[in-house]
């Protein structure tokens, strides 16, 4: 199965909203939890609403395979 092709800001939108739920949910954070809720709302609509899903009949399981992308990315697979 071919892995689908995303555009490089679809995809660091996606590896930003990562990084910016991961550090929402670390109990380790005292503040600041108002500035990384916006920006994971701005993110959210940046990823959700891309002109890329647009383009063609992506379902649910391109936007599974975006997510799955990032992960291999941030994780510094190739």
Do not use: I, N
Not at 12 to 36: E, H, I, S
Not at 42 to 63: N, T, Y
């Amino acid at each position: 199965m071919r892995c689908p092709s995303f555009p490089e800001d679809l995809l660091a939108a996606q590896c930003a909203w990562d990084r910016t739920y991961r550090a929402l949910a670390d109990p380790a954070r005292r503040g600041g939890t108002t500035a990384l809720r916006r920006r994971l709302l701005k993110l959210s609509v940046q990823v959700w609403w891309h002109p890329h899903w647009s383009s063609r009949d992506a379902g649910c399981g391109e936007r599974v395979a975006l997510r799955g992308r990032a992960r291999q990315l941030e994780s510094g697979a190739p």
